[in-house]
Structures are given as structure tokens and as C-alpha cells.
């Protein structure tokens, strides 16, 4: 506390810390007019000055009793045993909160509510909560705060009718707090396998599972340059070729009014013909290149692990080795011309990468040790498989060991081949790192216990599953974004998990609760996050009033 002296009137002031962590002032009283008080006492501004300096001791020392209060019934807790129990809650999700928030979405799903008669539930709890199970899926923590989750199947109806709209307000909401242009859009082309009934969303069609004869779901899932997700599309597995794939490249190229537009995608879209068009139409591609189709020339380059360079991949902490090589694709065209189309297709190699390679074979092994016992089940270990071979025999079945030695050797690389002969190799590997990013994230499909694709039977469940996963991907590639601003480069699993660690102990029951946040194991990590978002943090110790007027500021209730 301070005096200050303001167009002619004299105040007591306070200094503090807003939300954002930036210092402000504010008049916590007003002595009137400084030449009134000057005629009245000459030394009355040093008399105030003291008079200030006894208020901030007097707040001090009642902070000072408050934490000796908390601290004391901290204490009297453990000691007596006073309390039921206690329980854990996840306070970390309030990370994707402060992104929610800063979108504004609140604001969104409570204006398209309001347009919907009769539907009394919380549209913006239920879609919210919706999606903190696909970021934060395994953690079986409740969240602090009260929240109201029903009529999941009124959101759908209500989310999938406001889809093109919810994207469009997303878009305008990132352009305007990040200023980011839409020049470059990247168009990543994935597919999801489903074992049950098809119906007009998924239809029969090639997965990359290898379920040639599965029903599946074709999406193309579009970024900016940034890698903020600005929207995506749905096809079905039996239509989808590299005409329609076209049509959408220039709906989306028209939309956003980009100069360019980079298709990524796996094997799958690996097919000269498929190329062919991409450029054809005027696009660029980044996609997956199968080592072992190369020829044994440049295999015999790629296995010499000394024409190597080790690669830095910014923002994520990893290094690869890696391997350039000057490539292009031939392509016969109606006139029986060919095109060639130039590209570059880069090795990389990793430690960690030849690791899980081996591991995933250890597994297949295994599995194809057994069927040498069990015969009548070669059929499925063959549909299945994917580095182990089965000799087959008019007597015997077994391993193929000359194979599998072959195999070996190919553990830890990866192919990726692109029509952007002019980026260097970390741009590359970073774009289809982007990809690999929203592959892994939409897989959940499969992964969540309750929200498996098996459960979804309809249109509009599908629809609205897609829908949910593309908010839960927003959320967290906001975080990502802030701290690569900041030059923190920490992997998604690390910054989810981090998330997911953060939790209150609550002691005592409802008004006299006691709030205790654990210590987390990477307290650097937890800063960086905290700073980035300008997150509100929590103190060790708070009582309930005080963790209802923390909620409060994020729109939850206790």
C-alpha cells in the first residue's frame, strides 16, 4: 500500500497481479483534494504515508494467520483423524479450460443452446467434458469442479447441425488472437477402420489397418502453417479416390484463400496415379515411401549408416539420422507420354524407432511360435502380419528365419517421399511429424474404453465423434503453440502427461474442505506450461472459499 497524489486528489493505492501475472494499481480509498488537506495539515501526506504502511502490515499479518489457520487444521486432520477420507481431483485439465476460454466457446455452445427450444441441459459442460476424455483418457481422477454431463445424445444432434459453423467461428477466433495467415494449408488424408455394420458414413474400402474387406472412414484433416487445426471432412471408404480428393483440395484452397496447399498421407496415398493428380491440380505432397520398393542400389546406400546426418528436430526434442536422396516418379498418361515429376525421398533412422521395431517383432514371433502348434489359425497371423513369414510345407509349418533376419535389418527406418524439392530436411520431417500428431490423436477411436468406434452405429454418432476429437486436437495444439513461442520443446505425451498429473488432495467434507496440491515430478515443466497460458496458479494450501473463488474465474462451479 501507498499514497499517490492524481489530478489534484490524494488516494491510497494497492499494487497487485492480475490474471495475467502483469502489475496493476488500484484506489482502495480517497482523502480528497491535496491542496484542501495541504491548508488543513502541511504534514499530512507523511502522516498518511505511515497510516499506509500500518494497513499493509495489518494485511500481512492477517495473510500471515490465515496460512497458520490452514497450516493448524491441516495439522488437527492428520493428527485427530477428523475427516472421512479424503479424494483426489485433477485440477490440470483447467490448462485446456484457460484454451477453451481464450476461444471463447463458452460464449459459442451457449449461443447455439439458446436456439435450440425445450433443451434444458448444459450444452457446454457436456461438449467440453466430451472432449477431456479424448486428451486426458486414461486418467481415472474426477476433475475439480462440478460439472452436469447428460443427454449426450441431444448434443450430438445439436453439435452435428452447427459443424460447418463451429469450424468457421474456430477459424475466426485463431486468426484473430494469433494472427496467423492461411497462405499454406496442410491437408492430412487418414483413414479409421470399423469391424461392425456399414451404413452411409463408412462403407467397405482399404484401411490402414489392412482390413482390405473392413468398413472404414476416410478424413481429411486440415492445419495452418502453425499447425492449429482449422478444420476437416469426412468421407466414405468406398468413394473415396484421388478425384474426390482433388474436390475437396480445391474447396479448401478457395476457403481459406491460400497461395498453397500440401497433401500429407501414408502408403495409402502412395500411388503414382494418386501423385500424378496432386500435382497436376497444382498441390504438393508429403507422404510415405515404402524403403524396401526402392532399388538395391540405393538400399545398399540407405543400410550405410555412415551417409548419415544427424537432424535436430526443433520443438520436439528428438534427433534422427538422415539421408537425402534425389528421386522421381514416372507417370504414363493417356497419350502414353510419360511425366516425370521430380522429388527428394529422406531416410531416417533413430535409436528409439529400431527399438519399437524390434519389440513389435518380438510380439509377432511369439504369436507365430504358437501357430506352428496351432495350424488352423495361419490364416489370421497372415491377415495380421506385417514382418513375419511363415514357411509353409506339405508336412510342417515354420518360421521363416531368413526373412525375418532380412527384416532386422531395416529396424529404426522410415521412408518419406515429396514434391518439395526445396525445403531442407528438418521442414520435411517436421511436416509429416505434424501428421503422425493427428493420426495418433483421432486414433482414439479405438483406444477409449466407452467411446470405441464399435460403439458408434449411426451417422450422426460418427460425425460427432469426429467432431469432439477435432476440439480435444485444438486444445492441445494450443498449448503446443504457446510454448514453442516461448522456445519450450516438450513432446505431446510429456505435456499430457504433466496434465494429467496435476492433482488436488481435498480433505474434510464440502464447506469446511481443506485443498492440497501434490507435487508433481517435473515442477520445471509445470512453470513452463503455467507461464505460457498465463495460468492462474494454485497455492499449496486453500481453504474452500478460496478454491470457489478460483473456480469462479473459470466459469466452474464447486
Given at each position: 500500500?501507498?499514497?499517490?497524489?492524481?489530478?489534484?486528489?490524494?488516494?491510497?493505492?494497492?499494487?497487485?497481479?492480475?490474471?495475467?501475472?502483469?502489475?496493476?494499481?488500484?484506489?482502495?480509498?480517497?482523502?480528497?483534494?491535496?491542496?484542501?488537506?495541504?491548508?488543513?495539515?502541511?504534514?499530512?501526506?507523511?502522516?498518511?504515508?505511515?497510516?499506509?504502511?500500518k494497513?499493509?502490515?495489518?494485511?500481512?499479518?492477517?495473510?500471515?494467520?490465515?496460512?497458520?489457520?490452514?497450516?493448524?487444521?491441516?495439522?488437527?486432520?492428520?493428527?485427530?483423524?477428523?475427516?472421512?477420507?479424503?479424494?483426489?481431483?485433477?485440477?490440470?485439465?483447467?490448462?485446456?479450460?484457460?484454451?477453451?476460454?481464450?476461444?471463447d466457446?463458452?460464449?459459442?455452445?451457449?449461443?447455439?443452446?439458446?436456439?435450440?427450444?425445450?433443451?434444458?441441459?448444459?450444452?457446454?459442460?457436456?461438449?467440453?467434458?466430451?472432449?477431456?476424455?479424448?486428451?486426458?483418457?486414461?486418467?481415472?481422477?474426477p476433475?475439480l469442479?462440478?460439472?452436469?454431463?447428460?443427454?449426450?445424445?441431444?448434443?450430438?444432434?445439436?453439435?452435428n447441425?452447427?459443424?460447418?459453423?463451429?469450424?468457421?467461428?474456430?477459424?475466426?477466433q485463431?486468426?484473430?488472437?494469433?494472427?496467423?495467415?492461411?497462405?499454406?494449408?496442410?491437408?492430412?488424408?487418414?483413414?479409421?477402420?470399423?469391424?461392425?455394420?456399414?451404413?452411409?458414413?463408412?462403407?467397405?474400402?482399404?484401411?490402414?489397418?489392412?482390413?482390405?474387406?473392413?468398413?472404414?472412414?476416410?478424413?481429411?484433416?486440415?492445419?495452418?502453417?502453425?499447425?492449429?487445426?482449422?478444420?476437416?471432412?469426412?468421407f466414405?471408404?468406398?468413394?473415396?479416390?484421388?478425384?474426390?480428393?482433388i474436390?475437396?483440395?480445391?474447396?479448401?484452397?478457395?476457403?481459406?484463400?491460400?497461395?498453397?496447399?500440401?497433401?500429407?498421407?501414408?502408403?495409402?496415398?502412395?500411388?503414382?496415379?494418386?501423385?500424378y493428380?496432386?500435382?497436376?491440380?497444382g498441390?504438393?505432397?508429403?507422404?510415405?515411401?515404402?524403403?524396401k520398393?526402392?532399388?538395391?542400389?540405393?538400399?545398399?546406400?540407405?543400410?550405410?549408416?555412415?551417409n548419415?546426418?544427424?537432424?535436430?528436430?526443433?520443438?520436439?526434442n528428438?534427433?534422427?539420422?538422415?539421408?537425402?536422396?534425389?528421386?522421381?516418379?514416372?507417370?504414363?498418361?493417356?497419350?502414353?507420354?510419360?511425366?516425370?515429376?521430380?522429388?527428394?525421398?529422406?531416410?531416417?533412422?533413430?535409436?528409439?524407432?529400431a527399438?519399437?521395431?524390434?519389440?513389435q517383432?518380438?510380439?509377432?514371433?511369439?504369436?507365430a511360435?504358437?501357430?506352428?502348434?496351432l495350424?488352423?489359425?495361419?490364416?489370421s497371423?497372415?491377415?495380421?502380419?506385417?514382418?513375419?513369414?511363415?514357411?509353409?510345407?506339405?508336412?510342417?509349418?515354420?518360421?521363416?528365419?531368413?526373412?525375418?533376419?532380412?527384416?532386422?535389418?531395416?529396424?529404426?527406418?522410415?521412408?518419406?517421399?515429396?514434391?518439395?524439392?526445396?525445403?531442407?530436411?528438418?521442414?520435411?520431417?517436421?511436416?509429416?511429424?505434424?501428421?503422425?500428431?493427428?493420426?495418433?490423436?483421432?486414433k482414439?477411436?479405438?483406444?477409449?474404453?466407452?467411446?470405441?468406434?464399435?460403439?458408434?452405429?449411426?451417422?450422426?454418432?460418427?460425425?460427432?465423434?469426429?467432431?469432439?476429437?477435432?476440439?480435444?486436437?485444438?486444445?492441445?495444439?494450443?498449448?503446443?503453440?504457446?510454448?514453442?513461442?516461448?522456445?519450450?520443446?516438450?513432446?505431446?505425451?510429456?505435456?499430457?502427461?504433466?496434465?494429467k498429473?496435476?492433482?488436488?488432495?481435498?480433505?474434510?467434507?464440502?464447506?469446511?474442505?481443506?485443498?492440497?496440491?501434490?507435487?508433481?515430478?517435473?515442477?520445471?515443466?509445470?512453470?513452463?506450461?503455467?507461464?505460457?497460458?498465463?495460468?492462474k496458479?494454485l497455492?499449496?494450501?486453500t481453504?474452500?472459499?478460496?478454491?470457489?473463488?478460483?473456480?469462479?474465474?473459470?466459469?466452474?462451479?464447486?
Amino acid at each position: 500500500m501507498y499514497i499517490s497524489k492524481r489530478n489534484g486528489y490524494v488516494y491510497l493505492t494497492e499494487s497487485y497481479r492480475d490474471e495475467f501475472g502483469d502489475v496493476k494499481n488500484r484506489i482502495i480509498k480517497s482523502y480528497g483534494r491535496y491542496d484542501t488537506l495541504y491548508a488543513e495539515d502541511p504534514d499530512f501526506f507523511e502522516k498518511l504515508q505511515i497510516e499506509a504502511k500500518k494497513y499493509t502490515e495489518n494485511i500481512r499479518n492477517d495473510e500471515k494467520e490465515k496460512t497458520n489457520l490452514t497450516a493448524e487444521r491441516v495439522t488437527k486432520f492428520i493428527s485427530n483423524n477428523s475427516y472421512k477420507g479424503y479424494h483426489i481431483c485433477n485440477f490440470g485439465y483447467l490448462f485446456y479450460k484457460s484454451a477453451w476460454d481464450e476461444l471463447d466457446l463458452d460464449a459459442y455452445f451457449q449461443n447455439i443452446h439458446q436456439k435450440v427450444k425445450g433443451e434444458n441441459f448444459n450444452l457446454r459442460d457436456t461438449i467440453f467434458l466430451t472432449a477431456l476424455v479424448r486428451l486426458l483418457a486414461d486418467n481415472k481422477t474426477p476433475y475439480l469442479g462440478r460439472f452436469n454431463l447428460n443427454n449426450i445424445n441431444k448434443s450430438i444432434q445439436i453439435i452435428n447441425s452447427y459443424k460447418i459453423d463451429l469450424i468457421k467461428y474456430i477459424n475466426d477466433q485463431i486468426s484473430n488472437l494469433y494472427d496467423i495467415s492461411n497462405d499454406i494449408i496442410y491437408y492430412y488424408v487418414t483413414n479409421y477402420h470399423f469391424t461392425n455394420i456399414h451404413n452411409k458414413v463408412r462403407n467397405i474400402g482399404y484401411s490402414t489397418d489392412n482390413m482390405v474387406t473392413g468398413f472404414q472412414v476416410v478424413m481429411g484433416f486440415y492445419t495452418d502453417k502453425e499447425g492449429l487445426p482449422i478444420g476437416f471432412e469426412l468421407f466414405t471408404g468406398d468413394t473415396f479416390d484421388h478425384k474426390t480428393l482433388i474436390t475437396a483440395l480445391k474447396k479448401t484452397q478457395k476457403q481459406f484463400n491460400a497461395n498453397k496447399v500440401v497433401v500429407i498421407g501414408d502408403y495409402n496415398l502412395n500411388f503414382k496415379k494418386n501423385l500424378y493428380m496432386i500435382k497436376k491440380a497444382g498441390f504438393e505432397y508429403v507422404v510415405s515411401k515404402r524403403i524396401k520398393d526402392t532399388k538395391q542400389n540405393v538400399k545398399n546406400k540407405i543400410l550405410s549408416i555412415d551417409n548419415f546426418n544427424d537432424t535436430v528436430i526443433k520443438n520436439s526434442n528428438t534427433i534422427l539420422k538422415s539421408l537425402i536422396i534425389d528421386h522421381s516418379t514416372e507417370v504414363k498418361v493417356r497419350n502414353k507420354d510419360k511425366v516425370v515429376i521430380p522429388e527428394k525421398v529422406i531416410i531416417t533412422w533413430s535409436k528409439e524407432s529400431a527399438i519399437f521395431d524390434q519389440q513389435q517383432r518380438a510380439t509377432l514371433i511369439n504369436k507365430a511360435m504358437n501357430l506352428t502348434v496351432l495350424p488352423s489359425k495361419l490364416q489370421s497371423l497372415i491377415s495380421k502380419g506385417k514382418n513375419v513369414k511363415l514357411k509353409t510345407g506339405i508336412q510342417e509349418i515354420s518360421l521363416d528365419s531368413e526373412r525375418i533376419k532380412e527384416d532386422e535389418k531395416w529396424d529404426g527406418y522410415y521412408g518419406i517421399q515429396t514434391s518439395l524439392t526445396d525445403l531442407n530436411v528438418e521442414e520435411v520431417i517436421r511436416i509429416y511429424y505434424r501428421f503422425q500428431k493427428v493420426m495418433d490423436t483421432f486414433k482414439v477411436i479405438k483406444k477409449e474404453i466407452g467411446f470405441n468406434s464399435d460403439y458408434y452405429w449411426s451417422d450422426s454418432q460418427i460425425k460427432f465423434h469426429f467432431v469432439i476429437n477435432f476440439i480435444a486436437y485444438l486444445l492441445q495444439e494450443i498449448i503446443e503453440y504457446k510454448l514453442e513461442k516461448r522456445n519450450v520443446n516438450y513432446n505431446t505425451h510429456r505435456i499430457k502427461d504433466i496434465i494429467k498429473k496435476a492433482c488436488i488432495l481435498i480433505l474434510g467434507n464440502r464447506n469446511e474442505s481443506i485443498f492440497l496440491k501434490q507435487e508433481v515430478n517435473d515442477n520445471k515443466l509445470m512453470d513452463e506450461v503455467i507461464q505460457a497460458l498465463n495460468f492462474k496458479n494454485l497455492k499449496t494450501t486453500t481453504l474452500f472459499q478460496d478454491m470457489k473463488e478460483y473456480l469462479r474465474y473459470y466459469n466452474i462451479k464447486l
